[in-house]
């Protein structure tokens, strides 16, 4: 047997030359030590992991018996035959219970000896082999604890087996409340699901192509892409959550449906007054002239807001924005905000406005372009959604760490889930503009990382029907240099 190693105690010396030699007749490539005594054995024990050992029961000192439960100790996985002489059955008895894989009697059969030995080395070089892959399911094992892809093992009976931490982390669901458990009582909706993902043969780059499908949990929707690699007992599965990155897709899909209509309107006015000035057969009056002029000027005003609005975004996205810290003084900030919202809402004279403003104000710091920016915001959105006779209210008072400011309106309210919603990029209250508003969706977005890159916080409360009051609390003034720019921080 090639490169077997193999181990012959034995304090019989002529016992030791022969026998060596009958088993490299007979054991091609066999390499074979000798010991006269136990305690030289254990040495070379210690030294070596022998794919057999062979020893004779009755030897002074140690004896057999002893010397394999020291072999039991040191080399657990080594199979170890014992040499017995006539009438020793009860030793041999009590050998093979201990733990020895066979017994020889003397005299020495050959043939038996050998095939004996034979089995028993390679029995040994199978348990290596389990041991080997054991030890590769162990390390497979430990690595899977720390992938980012959730991974769980189905079984032929349907039960989970494995479970890892990142199948919990995306999935909510503890390894305790998994494991041994059928797939479909731990995945809601696996029975009509799990046949639909795509299963490879065997695994390797390009096997198969995951399957995004969507699981409910705990009452929210989660989004997986899924595959599957087949094995002997079962079916191992990995995963990934995807649900991120389809709500950013169909982000995109209404950022692309919002933008498409918003620029379809004022482009078409645009188009239409630019085509009627340009009619040779048609006299226009000075006054319609005029009023088509105002036209194209106002819609391309429209079309810059959204421009710069959809490039403010990207560039607080990118962290790309600086805010100036400059000293604000808001009383006047706030009041020429207000006149200036007031005039360009003169068409609506339906609409009242009211402002408040005490006296003294604590003083601010912060970019004072930028926070006009947000009360423009906040104002523009307070007069849209207000209904005729309404009122708009923008009201300043002092806050223990600073300033609040309020602005108040009587319009079409807020739902509490969509309260959750509104401060997000291209959300609308009013999606179908059913109540004739338009916009990009992107004002309260920005108005809310405004304000956050000036150290405060914007919130609302509102109620449907009855109108939305949207606070903003800003710090008071900080220690810090008035000529230093502070860049956005990137938020998600």
Same mark, same amino acid.
């Given at each position: 047997?090639?490169?077997?190693?193999?181990?012959?105690?034995?304090?019989?010396?002529?016992?030791?030359?022969?026998?060596?030699?009958?088993?490299?007749?007979?054991?091609?490539?066999?390499?074979?030590?000798?010991?006269?005594?136990?305690?030289?054995? &254990?040495?070379?024990?210690?030294?070596?992991?022998?794919?057999?050992?062979?020893?004779? +029961?009755?030897?002074?000192?140690?004896?057999?018996?002893? &010397?394999?439960?020291?072999?039991?100790?040191?080399?657990?996985?080594?199979?170890?035959?014992? +040499?017995?002489?006539?009438?020793?059955?009860?030793?041999?008895?009590?050998?093979?219970?201990?733990?020895?894989?066979?017994?020889?009697?003397?005299?020495?059969?050959?043939?038996?000896?050998?095939?004996?030995?034979?089995?028993?080395?390679?029995?040994?070089?199978?348990?290596?082999?389990?041991?080997?892959?054991?030890?590769?399911?162990?390390?497979?094992?430990?690595?899977?604890?720390?992938?980012?892809?959730?991974?769980?093992?189905?079984?032929?009976?349907?039960? +989970?087996?494995? /479970?890892?931490?990142?199948?919990?982390?995306?999935?909510?669901?503890?390894?305790?409340?998994?494991?041994?458990?059928?797939?479909?009582?731990?995945?809601?909706? /696996?029975?009509?699901?799990?046949?639909?993902?795509?299963?490879?043969?065997?695994?390797?780059?390009?096997?198969?192509?995951?399957?995004?499908?969507?699981?409910?949990?705990?009452?929210?929707?989660? /989004?997986?892409?899924?595959?599957?690699?087949?094995?002997?007992?079962?079916?191992?599965?990995?995963?990934?959550?995807?649900?991120?990155?389809?709500?950013?897709?169909?982000?995109?899909?209404?950022?692309?449906?919002?933008?498409?209509?918003?620029?379809?309107?004022? &482009?078409?006015?645009?188009?239409?007054?630019?085509?009627?000035?340009?009619?040779?057969?048609?006299?226009?009056?000075?006054?319609?002239?005029?009023? &088509?002029?105002?036209?194209?000027?106002?819609?391309?005003?429209?079309?810059?807001?959204?421009?710069?609005?959809?490039?403010?975004?990207?560039?607080?996205?990118?962290?790309?924005?600086?805010?100036?810290?400059?000293?604000?003084?808001? @009383?006047?900030?706030?009041?020429?905000?207000?006149?200036?919202?007031?005039?360009?809402?003169?068409?609506?004279?339906?609409?009242?406005?009211?402002?408040?403003?005490?006296?003294?104000?604590?003083?601010?710091?912060?970019?004072?372009?930028?926070?006009?920016?947000?009360?423009?915001?906040?104002?523009?959105?307070?007069?849209?959604?207000?209904?005729?006779?309404?009122?708009?209210?923008?009201?300043?008072?002092?806050?223990?760490?600073?300033?609040?400011?309020?602005?108040?309106?009587?319009?079409?309210?807020?739902?509490?889930?969509?309260?959750?919603?509104?401060?997000?990029?291209?959300?609308?209250?009013?999606?179908?503009?059913?109540? @004739?508003?338009?916009?990009?969706?992107?004002?309260?977005?920005?108005?809310?990382?405004?304000?956050?890159?000036?150290?405060?916080?914007?919130?609302?409360?509102?109620?449907?029907?009855?109108?939305?009051?949207?606070?903003?609390?800003?710090?008071?003034?900080?220690?810090?240099?008035?000529?230093?720019?502070?860049?956005?921080?990137?938020?998600?």
């Amino acid at each position: 047997m090639k490169d077997a190693r193999i181990l012959i105690v034995d304090d019989d010396a002529a016992l030791l030359e022969a026998l060596p030699e009958a088993l490299r007749l007979r054991m091609d490539g066999a390499s074979i030590d000798t010991s006269e005594t136990a305690k030289e054995a &254990l040495e070379r024990i210690q030294e070596t992991d022998y794919d057999a050992i062979v020893t004779d +029961i009755k030897m002074p000192g140690m004896d057999g018996l002893a &010397l394999l439960q020291e072999i039991q100790t040191l080399r657990p996985g080594t199979p170890t035959l014992l +040499i017995t002489g006539h009438g020793e059955h009860d030793f041999a008895v009590q050998a093979l219970r201990g733990g020895a894989y066979d017994f020889v009697q003397k005299p020495i059969d050959p043939d038996y000896f050998v095939a004996s030995l034979e089995r028993a080395v390679h029995v040994r070089r199978l348990d290596r082999q389990v041991e080997k892959q054991q030890l590769a399911l162990e390390l497979h094992a430990r690595v899977l604890e720390h992938v980012d892809d959730g991974v769980f093992l189905v079984d032929a009976e349907g039960l +989970i087996q494995h /479970w890892n931490p990142a199948a919990e982390a995306i999935t909510g669901i503890a390894a305790e409340d998994a494991l041994e458990r059928r797939a479909d009582q731990v995945l809601p909706g /696996w029975s009509a699901l799990g046949p639909t993902v795509p299963v490879a043969p065997m695994p390797g780059p390009g096997s198969t192509e995951a399957r995004t499908l969507p699981f409910e949990l705990d009452g929210l929707e989660l /989004w997986i892409s899924i595959s599957g690699v087949e094995f002997e007992d079962g079916v191992v599965y990995a995963f990934r959550n995807l649900t991120e990155e389809r709500a950013l897709e169909e982000l995109k899909g209404e950022f692309v449906a919002t933008v498409s209509h918003e620029l379809r309107t004022p &482009l078409a006015a645009i188009y239409g007054s630019a085509q009627t000035l340009l009619r040779q057969d048609l006299e226009l009056s000075e006054e319609n002239t005029q009023r &088509l002029l105002e036209v194209i000027a106002s819609e391309s005003e429209r079309l810059t807001r959204i421009a710069s609005d959809i490039l403010l975004a990207s560039n607080l996205d990118a962290g790309r924005l600086l805010l100036e810290r400059e000293a604000v003084d808001l @009383g006047p900030l706030v009041r020429e905000v207000f006149e200036e919202m007031r005039l360009n809402f003169a068409n609506r004279g339906n609409i009242s406005f009211e402002l408040e403003v005490p006296d003294a104000l604590p003083p601010l710091e912060g970019d004072g372009d930028r926070l006009r920016q947000v009360l423009i915001n906040l104002l523009d959105n307070a007069v849209k959604y207000s209904p005729d006779g309404g009122r708009v209210e923008l009201r300043v008072e002092p806050h223990e760490r600073g300033v609040r400011l309020v602005v108040r309106d009587e319009g079409l309210g807020i739902s509490h889930a969509d309260q959750q919603r509104i401060f997000g990029k291209f959300y609308r209250v009013d999606p179908q503009q059913s109540g @004739g508003v338009g916009g990009s969706g992107l004002g309260l977005y920005i108005s809310r990382e405004l304000v956050r890159r000036m150290a405060g916080r914007i919130s609302v409360t509102s109620r449907e029907g009855e109108g939305s009051t949207f606070a903003i609390e800003l710090p008071r003034t900080v220690a810090r240099s008035r000529d230093e720019a502070v860049p956005a921080a990137q938020t998600a």
